[in-house]
């Protein structure tokens, strides 16, 4: 896993560079609207408690957040009516991806992704085509800290919760869980007095190809440009970076 372990730290380093520019606001947006669908009380609805976190952790204002929920709720008549939708296609070196997007238009979003493949040396595939590569898991981060229970400790106490795995990637450790044990996780974590930095429901790859630094930036500029597309919210990759 070290492989993949080094391009999730390249992402997060990716994503927080990305949540400088103003269309991150639109993407959770879209995140809390979809959720709010099911319920606007986040203590009764787990999605909209995941994306109501990842606002707060690129300062999302309180007010957009509230917007977004009153969207979601039906209770703002203009809101547009958005679906998810995944999208699959090989980039460069083979490398498969898994596009989520949250769209009111499918003709139009499924326009601009086959665009955006074959400009960047990619194939947008058929349904199905790479999904069955992903796996759908729970990710809790943390961030290392002097106040951070060590590897080991931290290690005991996540598999006392039920969680399923536990990487440090050298700036924080990601925990892997089951969906349905991740917010159980999460809260053992709290009740222990271990600071979550960030929760998520990812898709990991069951087996990552693992390439060199010439693949890596062709691969990293398609994915940035898909991830440029107001409509896409996550593009899922299962790829690694060589030792060498």
Same mark, same amino acid.
């Given at each position: 896993?070290?492989?993949?372990?080094?391009?999730?730290?390249?992402?997060?380093?990716?994503?927080?560079?990305?949540?400088?520019?103003?269309?991150?606001?639109?993407?959770?947006? !879209?995140?809390? @609207? =979809?959720? #709010? *669908? %099911?319920?606007?009380? /986040?203590?009764? $609805?787990? +999605?909209? !408690?995941?994306? @109501? =976190?990842? #606002? *707060? %952790?690129?300062?999302? /204002?309180?007010? $957009?957040? +509230?917007?977004?929920?009153?969207?979601?709720?039906?209770?703002?008549?203009?809101?547009?009516?958005?679906?998810?939708?995944?999208?699959?296609?090989?980039?460069?070196?083979?490398?498969?991806?898994?596009?989520?997007?949250?769209?009111?238009?499918?003709?139009?979003?499924?326009?601009?992704?086959?665009?955006?493949?074959?400009?960047?040396?990619?194939?947008?595939?058929?349904?199905?085509?790479?999904?069955?590569?992903?796996?759908?898991?729970?990710?809790?981060?943390?961030?290392?800290?002097?106040?951070?229970?060590?590897?080991?400790?931290?290690?005991?106490?996540?598999?006392?919760?039920?969680?399923?795995?536990?990487?440090?990637?050298?700036?924080?450790?990601?925990?892997?869980?089951?969906?349905?044990?991740?917010?159980?996780?999460?809260?053992?974590?709290?009740?222990?007095?271990?600071?979550?930095?960030?929760?998520?429901?990812?898709?990991?790859?069951?087996?990552?190809?693992?390439?060199?630094?010439?693949?890596?930036?062709?691969?990293?500029?398609?994915?940035?440009?898909?991830?440029?597309?107001?409509?896409?919210?996550?593009?899922?990759?299962?790829?690694?970076?060589?030792?060498?």
């Amino acid at each position: 896993m070290s492989g993949h372990s080094k391009w999730s730290t390249i992402k997060r380093k990716k994503e927080a560079t990305d949540a400088k520019r103003a269309s991150a606001f639109t993407k959770v947006a !879209r995140e809390i @609207i =979809m959720a #709010a *669908k %099911s319920g606007g009380d /986040p203590d009764h $609805n787990f +999605q909209l !408690r995941l994306a @109501i =976190m990842k #606002a *707060k %952790s690129i300062n999302m /204002p309180n007010e $957009n957040i +509230q917007r977004a929920i009153k969207r979601g709720t039906g209770n703002d008549t203009n809101a547009s009516s958005y679906e998810e939708v995944f999208y699959e296609g090989y980039g460069p070196a083979g490398v498969a991806l898994l596009v989520k997007a949250l769209t009111d238009n499918r003709n139009r979003t499924a326009g601009e992704m086959r665009y955006l493949f074959s400009r960047n040396q990619g194939n947008l595939g058929e349904a199905g085509c790479v999904a069955w590569m992903f796996e759908t898991k729970g990710r809790i981060m943390i961030e290392v800290a002097e106040d951070t229970p060590n590897e080991e400790e931290l290690l005991e106490l996540i598999l006392e919760a039920g969680a399923l795995d536990l990487q440090n990637n050298g700036e924080n450790y990601e925990i892997y869980t089951n969906v349905g044990d991740l917010e159980k996780v999460r809260g053992y974590l709290e009740q222990h007095q271990v600071a979550v930095t960030e929760v998520e429901i990812t898709r990991l790859p069951q087996n990552s190809l693992e390439i060199g630094e010439v693949e890596v930036e062709h691969v990293i500029k398609l994915i940035d440009a898909l991830e440029d597309n107001d409509d896409v919210q996550t593009v899922y990759a299962n790829f690694g970076v060589s030792d060498s």
